[in-house]
Each structure stands twice: as C-alpha cells, then as structure tokens.
C-alpha cells in the first residue's frame, strides 16, 4: 500500500478531493476532532504582520485610517512645498560687489533642535537644497548661497509628526523681500490654501522679523492644517514648518501662530552659527 500523501510539515493527510477537499463517502471514517467532513475546521485567526500572507479563506481587517500614518505619508510632499517656498527669492539679474553684508554666519544642521525635541531625519542640502542654490545663481541680492534643508522627527519614542528646515545662508540683500517670497512661495503651490494670511512678529530681543502663516493642505481625503514661518537676515534665511498628529482635521484658528513665530526664532538661534 503507498504511503498516504505527507504536508509541508510532515504530517499525514487524507486524500484531497478535485477542489482541495476531502470526498464524502457514508462510510469515510470520523474526522479528527469530531470534524464533520463538510464543515471545514474553523481556528480563531492568529496575528499576522499586516500585508503577510494570511490563511486561505480568511480576510485580514485593514488597519484603521490613523493621523499617525496620514502625517508620515505626506511628509515627503511638504518638503517638497517648503523648498519651493524658499526657491524664487531673488530677482535675477548681473550681480555687483557692492551693498553686500559680510559673510559672518552659516546655518548648520544640528542633531537635534528645539532643546532636543527634535532629533535630524534626513539631511536633504544636496538634492533639495540644490534648488535652492541653482535659483540663487545670477541674482543680483544673493551671493555665495549655499542651502541647508532638512527634516526633523520627533525624539520622543512614539511621537509622530515633522519638523522642516529650507534654508540657505550666504550674503543677502533685500531680506524683507526674501522673507515674504518663502511664504509667497508655498502660497503659490495649487495643492495648499493659506488660511490664515501672513503676519510679522519680533518674539525676540533684537528686533528681528518672524513671517508666519497657517496653510492647510488635502492628502488623502483629509485636510491637514499647520504654521508655516520665515526669517531672513544678511546672512542666513530660512523657511519653518511644523507638522503634528494634531494637524489633521485641525481648525485654523486653534493654531498658536505667535507661539510657533517664538518656536522658529528658538530653531534660528540653534542653526545660525558663527563662521570661524
């Protein structure tokens, strides 16, 4: 007699119909387990790592639409919009020497910023940065432009959400004008609404401008609210945005805007570094 059929794992299994079922016969012995033939075996389903391969016959519940995911998933689309926002400061035309501050501070990347609460993702200088660099090429405002573009993420073990850098340091004239073009920038982008209009503050002591607005944008069906601000200096200048789980479904008005101008000052102060 041949041996019966053996599975993957080595055990025994009785023979298998055309349709991957066991034939019925009034004399087939009793099914394991009491098993009546035509009632498949029902197991409560075991965890399984979302999109792995699940057991025949059973249909994974998908993962419930969360805030969480809604901000990873367009991170990557802000970023691009923040770099546009800092692209197009400059009017291009032949440069001259005169009129120009000198080259005293850069803008450096740190590992973390805001007193730690954010920690570098992705150091983003060399491919979205170069936009911003190649822009600067020919204006007659900007000199020695090198860009410093960035994503943060939050330190904290659990937190979700983005903070992002688009920046450039070098010698700049007409900062007042450089300041309302970061925001005029992303304000342009046909996918984002600015909600609450652009507003200068001086949260600091030395009297320096902070340009801040709140934009909202459509991803997926929701909507995604969050400040956005702008500095810009003889020497450095820079666009900042600031995401949260919060931000989703967020209404404009619940935006702290003037605590995000101080936020943004605070992220100057930490990039803003002497050239030595």
């Known amino acids: 007699m041949p041996p019966s059929p053996q599975s993957p794992y080595?055990?025994?299994?009785?023979?298998?119909?055309?349709?991957?079922?066991?034939?019925?016969s009034p004399q087939q012995p009793a099914q394991p387990y009491g098993q009546h033939p035509h009632v498949p075996q029902q197991y409560p389903p075991q965890p399984q790592p979302y999109g792995a391969p699940q057991p025949a016959g059973w249909?994974?519940?998908?993962?419930?639409k969360s805030r969480t995911g809604l901000i990873l998933g367009i991170v990557g689309g802000v970023v691009g919009l923040v770099v546009l926002g800092t692209v197009g400061l400059w009017?291009?035309?032949?440069?001259?020497?005169?009129?120009?501050?000198?080259?005293?501070?850069?803008?450096?990347l740190p590992e973390t910023?805001?007193?730690g609460e954010y920690e570098l993702v992705q150091d983003l200088s060399d491919s979205e940065g170069r936009k911003v660099e190649d822009e600067a090429e020919g204006a007659w405002d900007a000199r020695d432009v090198t860009a410093?573009?960035?994503?943060?993420?939050?330190?904290?073990?659990?937190?979700?959400?983005?903070?992002?850098?688009s920046g450039m340091y070098g010698r700049f004239k007409n900062t007042d004008a450089a300041r309302d073009n970061m925001l005029k920038g992303?304000?342009?982008?046909?996918?984002?609404?600015?909600?609450?209009?652009?507003?200068?503050?001086?949260?600091?002591?030395?009297?320096?401008?902070?340009?801040?607005?709140?934009?909202?944008q459509n991803q997926a069906g929701s909507e995604i609210?969050?400040?956005?601000?702008?500095?810009?200096?003889g020497n450095t200048g820079a666009s900042v945005a600031?995401?949260?789980?919060?931000?989703?479904?967020?209404?404009?008005?619940?935006?702290?805007?003037?605590?995000?101008?101080?936020?943004?000052?605070?992220?100057?102060?930490?990039l803003r570094q002497p050239i030595s």
């Open 10 to 24: 080595g055990q025994q299994q009785p023979p298998q119909g055309p349709y991957g079922q066991q034939p019925y």
């Open 186 to 216: 992303a304000a342009g982008v046909s996918s984002i609404k600015v909600v609450v209009p652009p507003k200068d503050y001086t949260p600091g002591d030395d009297g320096l401008t902070i340009s801040c607005q709140v934009v909202t």
């Open 225 to 233: 609210t969050y400040p956005m601000c702008a500095w810009a200096d």
């Open 113 to 115: 910023v805001l007193d």
């Open 242 to 270: 600031e995401l949260s789980v919060e931000s989703v479904g967020q209404d404009a008005s619940e935006v702290d805007v003037e605590a995000f101008a101080e936020r943004t000052l605070q992220v100057r102060s930490e």
């Open 91 to 108: 009017v291009v035309g032949t440069q001259t020497t005169s009129g120009f501050p000198e080259a005293e501070y850069k803008l450096a």
């Open 59 to 64: 249909q994974p519940v998908p993962p419930p």
């Open 148 to 165: 410093a573009v960035a994503q943060y993420g939050p330190q904290k073990g659990g937190a979700e959400g983005a903070l992002i850098v």
